[in-house]
């Protein structure tokens, strides 16, 4: 079985700062990790190769930077790691990166032999939009099962898949076929650490360096900015709140009286409207 | 995963971009909004996007229709009935029992399909798992661009959808065009817009559409459907009083005491994301950026510093009470009302005070 983990380099969003003046993100010694959702996905792609054999890829587009991320994922247990990076791909939006995306998976099957399954993760903590797993899978023609708490079991031989999914309200058991695409949620595994061993080889192996052409990008318009339908107009930090909280003050009564007292001062109607919610309990 | 990486400077070219329509999108018009149900259930981010397509559809001078796509029978007709009392003009229906639930590949053929055929100029859903399932591989199929999560939507001096969404984890906004492809298509987290009001209407045009698909097309089958056991999880985002709790409680035993005033109040409550990840609360409790957007009445955070990510989640909350004990905590910059002091020895004491207050008025109630 073949298996292609779609990962991304991320700046470690808890320690982004922005520029008060230019709006602009501040990088300098902003550390990057492993988007936390990938690491997800190729947990769930290492168990499943573990236990029916195979390989795991491990792709990312990025800069040449990015190679941290791919070596850190081989430490963690993937085969095999593909960069894509090219200058054409600069300012990406999310159907040009589907389909850069989409071209170097077929470009992996080709060269390491056919994919069943291509997992991401539900969405990037940068970019937030959970749009590109399903612009990959629909660029391949893959079956699309996104927020997959579980793959609960894979036959090869009748290539079927049976998957927990997410949905409002309840979770979806489904039965789908390879190939599929699985795009993952949170918390479903504990992710492995990298052995010693693994790490040794990860640092000698091979990062697999493709370029658009190497990658077999068919038409380079279709990327970076000039394959992006949508366009980035202006970028602003949201503006603060006119006023700062009030301070509630407690003279001579206990802090939480007071509290509730400003409360309902502030919003009168509150107050029936919390003896009935409570009422209710 | 990547709406552009860097936000600025931005390279040439992009600011400066220009709307040059290609001849065959002049003939899309209208705004869509596509009316999400489940077993059923009409997802209330389906009328505030109505809410929002409706000024929209005013500003162009265009129509409004709800996109309802589900089974024959009784609860897509009342869905498209309540559509019109959300203020659409007019309803496009594939009703069809292969959509009795919901599997991307027939619900992203029914909405491609009606798209390519009747074309409209914007094209909503809600940033639900459903609408975005959904809407990631129709705007992948139509090759036009998507916007997740906004914020806002506006409508410009030529007539573009202006999309503003929070990107880095809400530390900064970015406005978005999708100047030369249709339709112009965005997602909008629940409860992001507000509630439009509801008017008793008859209902109005209706066009059925055919899905042109059977079961024996579609290969991903549902084995089953487990609703979650826990009911008030997907109820957050709509509950009128919210408490949560974050780092300042210091332990996962305190969180109950959070959960015990939620309780006195008969509220929801939830958590901030570093306790979802250190593993205390689950996810689906979780508030802001990555997690649940929540617009309750009354909004009490005790221990949380409202990093920016959790702003994002609470802003449209009517009153925001901070309990924190460092006073310079971003959270005051946000917040209504502040009590700069340590809210496990505050929590205690609140939900006390919130019960006596509160059968206090009962008593009231049943003496007058």
Same mark, same amino acid.
């Given at each position: ?20 003046? $230019?709006?602009?993100?501040?990088? =300098? ?9 990938? @690491?997800?996905? @190729? ?21 040449? $930077? ?28 999310? @159907? ?47 079956? =699309? ?16 898949? %049976? ?8 979770? =979806? ?7 599929? @695409? ?7 595994? =504990? ?57 509630? %003050? ?25 003896? %009935? ?5 | ?256 005491? !959070? ?54 989640? !609470? ?54």
């Amino acid at each position: 079985m073949h298996i292609v983990v779609c990962i991304k380099q991320v700046p470690d969003s808890a320690q982004i700062r922005v520029h008060p003046v $230019t709006n602009t993100i501040m990088r =300098q010694g902003v550390p990057t990790i492993i988007n936390p959702y990938d @690491l997800f996905a @190729l947990e769930e792609a290492l168990r499943l190769r573990d236990k029916f054999g195979g390989e795991v890829t491990v792709l990312t587009m990025g800069p040449p $930077t990015a190679e941290d991320s791919l070596r850190k994922a081989l430490t963690i247990g993937a085969n095999r790691a593909v960069l894509l990076t090219d200058r054409f791909f600069a300012g990406s939006d999310t @159907l040009a990166t589907s389909y850069a995306l989409a071209a170097a998976i077929r470009k992996i099957g080709s060269t390491f032999g056919a994919v069943d399954v291509v997992f991401t993760g539900k969405q990037t903590i940068d970019g937030d939009t959970a749009q590109v797993g399903p612009g990959i899978c629909k660029r391949l023609d893959f079956l =699309q099962l996104t927020y997959v708490s579980k793959v609960s079991s894979l036959d090869l031989e009748a290539r079927t898949i %049976e998957v927990e999914r997410r949905s409002e309200g309840g979770v =979806q058991v489904l039965r789908s076929n390879l190939p599929c @695409l699985i795009t993952m949620l949170e918390g479903t595994n =504990q992710v492995r650490r990298g052995s010693m061993i693994n790490a040794l080889n990860a640092a000698r192996a091979e990062v697999v360096k493709w370029s658009a052409q190497d990658a077999g990008v068919e038409d380079i318009q279709k990327c970076g900015l000039r394959g992006s339908p949508t366009v980035v107009k202006r970028v602003f930090a949201p503006t603060p709140r006119a006023e700062k909280a009030k301070v509630v %003050e407690a003279a001579g009564q206990p802090p939480a009286e007071a509290l509730i007292d400003e409360i309902f001062k502030l919003r009168p109607k509150l107050e029936n409207e919390m003896f %009935e919610l409570a009422r209710g309990f | 995963m990547s709406q552009p990486a860097k936000p600025a400077p931005q390279p040439a070219g992009r600011a400066a971009a220009k709307k040059e329509l290609p001849e065959h999108f002049k003939a899309y018009k209208h705004v869509w909004v596509f009316i999400e149900q489940e077993r059923g259930h009409v997802h209330p981010v389906s009328w505030e996007l109505m809410g929002s397509g409706r000024r929209l559809a005013d500003k162009l001078g265009v129509e409004l229709a709800a996109v309802v796509i589900g089974p024959t029978g009784e609860a897509t007709r009342a869905a498209v009935a309540e559509s019109f009392c959300y203020g659409a003009d007019l309803a496009y229906v594939v009703a069809d029992d292969v959509l009795t639930d919901y599997r991307n590949e027939s619900y992203t053929k029914a909405l491609t399909d009606l798209v390519n055929t009747h074309k409209p100029e914007i094209l909503l859903l809600g940033a639900t798992t459903l609408g975005r399932d959904l809407a990631g591989a129709v705007a992948t199929t139509l090759l036009t661009g998507l916007t997740a999560d906004c914020t806002e939507l506006e409508v410009d001096a030529d007539n573009s959808l202006a999309a503003t969404r929070p990107t880095f984890g809400g530390s900064l906004l970015c406005t978005i065009y999708t100047l030369n492809f249709r339709p112009q298509m965005a997602t909008v987290r629940p409860r992001v817009m507000s509630m439009p009001e509801r008017v008793e209407k008859p209902v109005g045009r209706v066009i059925e559409f055919p899905l042109g698909l059977v079961e024996a097309d579609i290969v991903t089958k549902i084995l089953a459907f487990v609703p979650d056991r826990d009911k008030a999880t997907s109820n957050l985002a709509y509950a009128d009083i919210v408490v949560a709790g974050g780092l300042g409680l210091a332990s996962p035993e305190n969180f109950q005491l !959070v959960r015990q005033l939620a309780g006195v109040l008969g509220a929801e409550y939830g958590c901030s994301r570093p306790l979802v990840q250190k593993g205390w609360v689950s996810a689906d409790r979780q508030i802001g950026q990555t997690g649940k957007t929540i617009r309750p009445k009354l909004y009490i955070a005790a221990g949380i510093s409202g990093a920016i990510q959790h702003r994002v989640g !609470v802003d449209g909350s009517d009153l925001i009470v901070a309990i924190n004990t460092d006073k310079n905590a971003p959270i005051f910059d946000f917040a209504h009302l502040a009590l700069v002091t340590d809210a496990i020895r505050l929590l205690p004491a609140l939900t006390e005070a919130f019960r006596k207050r509160l059968s206090a008025h009962t008593r009231d109630r049943i003496a007058s």
